[in-house]
């Protein structure tokens, strides 16, 4: 039988009294930090013509630039996912020596500042690097190329899947694997039937989470990457690049570009999200 949820009426008594002082402060603190900021980039760019406009979003260094950054950030979201869920899961349901080391460093990319962890990584990719020296023998380059991008995105976004991931396998119920695993399935079975469904809502979460992150990452990317155009070039580099030009107008263009796709994409997500977690309770 399908569980049923319903939201409180605005009489219902709260912890936090006075529903309507509560929604004033909300409505006014995100117009103060969220409507009113976007609202003026798209009030900057439509000072521009629309051929003005177009010209500049479509221009062959910042498309490139578009697939390197979206591109990237969705592969990166991708393999994090499936290790980050493993990672997870070792951290949910083992028990071993160093784990909380291990659960430590799992954080150090929120921690860290990303500018320290560009500098980090191009030490080590660089082709006198102490990983890099081993690669360059074998025809791989790693610092300045579009590789080195996926790596410092790699490192960013791990703790959102992991993080998101990681509370759902511990509040898991142990007795619905016991059961399927008493009626004759295997493990993989148990998994994909039982556990996988659960933990579907909050990967999506996660990967959403680590793809908005990498959109928009540039202190980790900008060491690594090169900056080399239409190879290494990422859209926030961009955009600083025309802000140094005294390009407001176009800066402005190419981001407000970048924000509508990744709402776009988010919601997206986010549908996913909803319509999985409802499939979940409908079969609760």
């Not at 690097?129 to 190329?145: C, M, R």
């Not at 909050?202 to 190879?231: H, Q």
């Not at 990422?234 to 005294?246: A, D, H, M, S």
């Amino acid at each position: 039988m399908a569980s049923t949820f319903r939201f409180p009426t605005l009489k219902t008594p709260s912890v936090i009294p006075g529903f309507g002082v509560t929604l004033a402060f909300t409505l006014f603190y995100l117009a103060l930090v969220v409507i009113i900021p976007l609202s003026g980039l798209f009030v900057k760019a439509s000072s521009v013509s629309f051929g003005e406009f177009w010209q500049t979003v479509t221009s062959d260094r910042v498309m490139h630039a578009y697939k390197i950054s979206f591109g990237l950030s969705f592969i990166a979201a991708l393999v994090n996912s499936f290790f980050g869920l493993i990672i997870a899961w070792i951290l949910a349901r083992y028990r071993f020596p160093g784990k909380k080391l291990v659960d430590a460093m799992v954080d150090l990319p929120f921690a860290l500042p990303t500018a320290v962890a560009g500098i980090a990584l191009t030490a080590l990719y660089a082709p006198q690097g102490w990983i890099g020296q081993y690669l360059a023998p074998l025809g791989i380059k790693v610092a300045f190329t579009p590789l080195g991008i996926l790596i410092a995105l790699l490192f960013v976004g791990l703790p959102f899947i992991v993080r998101t991931v990681e509370p759902i396998l511990q509040d898991a119920e142990r007795e619905l694997e016991e059961a399927a695993l008493s009626l004759g399935a295997t493990r993989w079975q148990t998994f994909w039937i039982v556990i996988f469904p659960s933990i579907v809502p909050a990967l999506l979460t996660g990967f959403a989470m680590s793809f908005a992150r990498g959109l928009g990452e540039y202190g980790s990317v900008i060491f690594i990457a090169g900056n080399i155009p239409k190879l290494s070039e990422i859209v926030p580099l961009i955009i600083v690049i025309k802000l140094e030009q005294y390009d407001y107008a176009g800066a402005t263009a190419v981001a407000c570009v970048m924000l509508v796709a990744s709402f776009v994409l988010l919601f997206i997500i986010n549908w996913l999200q909803h319509w999985a977690g409802k499939d979940e309770v409908d079969l609760g």
